[in-house]
């Protein structure tokens, strides 16, 4: 584990400062700004469901080393009401794009790993993972001029491609083995 | 409110100048239905390229505007959203459901001009 940054979060403003500090690492730690943006706006969400459900809570950043990987993990705790039943409030998402769900949701579709441990009365942890992609030079120079057919497995990559534009391309978006 | 609304010609034109707080995007959104209710205008457009983030807050309040101005006979065009912002929203799948989007001030105003 790196630096450790803490945030408390009692408020809306809380939460911008919260996803300008998670934008700022993801980029220290080399994600691209598009995945910076992602972490950003999952932590806006995550952020607001703990001034809005539990009053105040904190949101814990930290650069995370793992198997070989590089990436961020994002806590964020309450002790708040928690939640019965986190598969319902996902469901209820289904039907409504308000509270609770929404914001869950969405951090799960923007990090790679989310795990929500909730219970009544105690409060609720949410804990998310981003892997940061190759960089683009990274992934060029283990591709060399061509072959990436060839290279691509000693990546840990299934890729069917003809030219390398287009395994960089899909490179860009795979998370780091 | 880091925001300042203008008023040019039939149009109302907003600028974010930095990153709003919930509380912010509220007021930015009540702001903006009063002063069209005020000026009659026919159309709003609202530059969020200061915005960090458009989260699903953000783009229900702007959905807000957009259908509440085309109750009023206004119609609403959001410009500037930075590609990785874009991305992001498309990723989350969130639209903008009922609004216009260009990619500058000149081109929303373009936009509704037509």
């Not at chain 2, 300042?4 to 239905?33: F, G």
């Not at chain 2, 159309?43 to 200061?50: K, L, R, Y």
Request: with cysteine; proline share 2%.
């Amino acid at each position: 584990m790196s630096e450790e940054i803490r945030v408390t979060v009692a408020a809306d403003a809380d939460t911008v400062v919260a996803r300008q500090k998670g934008r700022e690492l993801a980029l220290r730690l080399g994600f691209t700004r598009t995945d910076a943006t992602f972490i950003a706006t999952a932590i806006s969400e995550i952020g607001r469901n703990i001034w809005t459900h539990a009053g105040e809570g904190e949101i814990v950043l930290c650069g995370l080393s793992e198997d070989g990987r590089e990436g961020i993990i994002v806590i964020a705790r309450d002790k708040g009401p928690g939640i019965a039943d986190v598969d319902a409030v996902m469901r209820d998402q289904l039907s409504s794009d308000k509270g609770l769900g929404m914001g869950l949701w969405g951090a799960r579709k923007l990090m790679d790993e989310v795990t929500i441990v909730s219970e009544r009365g105690k409060g609720t942890t949410v804990t998310m993972k981003k892997w940061r992609g190759f960089a683009f030079d990274e992934v060029r120079q283990l591709l060399g001029e061509g072959g990436a057919e060839q290279r691509a497995p000693r990546l840990g990559l299934r890729i069917d491609v003809s030219n390398v534009a287009e395994a960089l391309e899909q490179l860009e978006d795979t998370p780091r083995r | 409110m880091p925001v300042s609304i203008l008023k040019q010609r039939h149009y109302l034109i907003a600028s974010v100048q930095s990153a709003l707080t919930d509380t912010e995007v509220l007021e930015l959104r009540d702001a903006l239905l009063a002063e069209l209710a005020k000026h009659r205008s026919r159309g709003i457009i609202i530059d969020v390229a200061a915005l960090d983030v458009i989260d699903s807050f953000v783009s229900r309040s702007l959905t807000t505007v957009a259908r509440t101005g085309t109750l009023r006979g206004a119609r609403t065009v959001i410009v500037g959203i930075q590609p990785e912002v874009a991305v992001a929203m498309s990723h989350f799948g969130l639209g903008l459901e009922a609004v216009d989007t260009a990619l500058d001030l000149e081109a929303g105003i373009e936009l509704l001009d037509r």
